[in-house]
């Protein structure tokens, strides 16, 4: 975030009623004088040693899975232009956006009467000009749309970064997350769409998860739908409430839409035709019936059942492919398949989720180029497998050996021990101060290091060290080369 000197800090302006995130108070001088908390910012968290150990685990099986399906590694800016971002995620998803502040000045050209609350949209712009990023698909397609000549087409990324959101914190929902896309850029081959189930079943069985849900609906099919209705100018309404069923559930779904301006008959017809039933084919077929006469929902209706065909001629392991014409996936600028993933038995919501976005580099400037992409919830899925108990136990054990400090004229050669150690690809830990023999034990224990070396006047002029395995108590003295051989084992 942009850094504010006090020097800068009017004395009496205060803008609680801004709207937005960029800015929710100034605050006197004195308050930043004050002794900071230790508390993370909410929905935000510290990992540790051992929980980075786990969440590279996650990262690294997520990766190996991208890779072999073709995908190569990007990396984009944490913080975009503001414009970049605006406009692409709807009215909510802009207010969820993390805006940063302009450097500088940024009020010298603003007048009194423009600090007030009904001024708050009119003046971002003024105070705020970069954000950061609100997903990974948007910089995606600004670097597709600036790239796409040098690439060539079709394009497939995967990008394992964090991103931010203004939501309000809860269970499995940080403000701060990590997601791990993939996407394809350049092709409208509804085979790519498929992939992404192929994916998910690899990823989620070699992590073990528990039976995954992969909720297929189309964005025609909504559009259609929404025609129907003699909404289609609010299709956006509709499917940002219907987005919110997990949530909320059907009856405040009916609020909302009541108050988005859908008539009883309106909301009854979107009750029936989220509640469709039966399986995949039966569900098409109905929902078929119900919307012949539109050209946008049979052609979405077509692309699923594509979609499906390619599923089944493949074997799942992990994954069981469901129709729902209740997922909606309120981002504005999804147009064909979406999808969202949950676990059986796993109070989580999705894991997973994506869609096709054909339209996407348009704004900005580029067209004609398709995109489809997944995105794995890192946080959630890293929640889920703490839960269940699903990481391996000794992910924690990076350091095989601590050598012992046991006298400070030996500092040089324990230094040398520990370098040899290194080199012949041991990970070894020196303790870098002379302490007490049982204090050194202890931090050992603590680290989950398995095997300590102790040196002291002895053990160099024989050339000779003990070597003691922690969890067996066993020591025995050893030559360098010895516990070499003992440790690559």
């Known amino acids: 975030m942009t850094h504010i000197r006090n020097a800068q800090i009017p004395l009496k302006l205060h803008f609680t009623q801004l709207e937005g995130n960029y800015c929710k108070a100034f605050y006197f001088r004195r308050n930043f004088l004050k002794m900071s908390s230790t508390n993370t910012a909410k929905g935000t968290r510290d990992f540790s040693r051992n929980e ?5 685990y996650l990262f690294d099986v997520i990766k190996d899975s991208f890779t072999r399906f073709g995908f190569a590694p990007l990396e984009t800016p944490a913080m975009e232009n503001i414009e970049t971002l605006t406009g692409k995620y ?6 969820l956006l993390f805006r940063i502040l ?3 000045d940024f009020l010298k050209d603003l007048e009194p009467e423009d600090l007030s609350h009904e001024q708050a949209k009119k003046i971002r712009s003024a105070i705020a000009d970069k954000g950061l990023r609100y997903d990974l698909t948007i910089p995606f397609a600004r670097f597709i749309a600036k790239n796409h000549a040098q690439l060539g087409l079709p394009y497939k990324r995967f990008q394992i970064q ?15 997350f990590y997601q791990c896309d993939a996407d394809v850029a350049g092709t409208t ?13 690899d990823v989620f069985n070699r992590l073990k998860l528990p039976t995954s849900v992969y909720k297929l609906n189309n964005r025609k099919v909504l559009a259609g739908f929404a025609q129907t209705l003699q909404r289609a100018d609010a299709m956006t309404d509709m499917t940002v409430a219907i987005d919110k069923l997990d949530k909320i559930g059907m009856e405040g779904v009916e609020k909302e839409l009541a ?23 039966e569900r098409l077929d109905q929902l078929q019936n119900l919307l012949a006469g539109n050209e946008m929902a049979v052609k979405g209706i077509a692309e699923l059942r594509e979609v499906l065909g390619y599923v089944n001629a493949c074997t799942l392991q992990n994954t069981r492919v469901e129709v ?7 981002l ?3 147009t064909g398949t979406i999808y969202e993933v949950q676990l059986d038995g796993v109070n989580m919501g999705s894991v997973a989720s994506g869609g096709r976005y054909d339209n996407l580099t348009e704004s900005f400037g580029v067209k004609d180029v398709p995109g489809v992409g997944l995105s794995f919830g890192a946080e959630r899925l890293y929640d889920v497998m703490e839960q269940l108990d699903l990481f391996p136990a000794t992910l924690g054990n990076n350091c095989q050996v601590l050598v012992l400090n046991l006298d400070e004229k030996h500092n040089a050669a324990y230094l040398n021990l520990s370098n040899q150690l290194r080199n012949s690809g041991i990970a070894t830990e020196l303790y870098v101060q002379k302490a007490k023999l049982g204090k050194q034990m202890k931090f050992a224990e603590k680290r989950e290091i398995p095997y300590v070396l102790i040196a002291g006047e002895t053990e160099f002029a024989a050339q000779q060290y003990q070597l003691k395995n922690l969890e067996t108590g066993e020591q025995n003295g050893y030559s360098l080369s010895q516990i070499i051989e003992i440790l690559n084992k």
């Open 189 to 201: 081959s509804l085979l790519s769409d498929t992939e992404f189930i192929l994916i998910v079943d």
């Open 324 to 330: 729902d014409f209740s997922l909606a996936r309120g």
């Open 102 to 104: 302009r450097s500088g």
């Open 52 to 56: 980075l150990a786990k969440r590279n």
């Open 332 to 334: 504005n600028y999804y």
């Open 90 to 95: 709807g009215d909510e998803g802009d207010q």
């Open 162 to 176: 964090p991103v931010w959101r203004a939501d309000r914190p809860a269970r499995g929902r940080y403000r701060e």
């Open 259 to 281: 108050a988005r301006g859908f008539n009883n008959e309106d909301i009854d017809k979107i009750k029936n035709f989220t509640a469709i039933e039966g399986n995949n084919n």
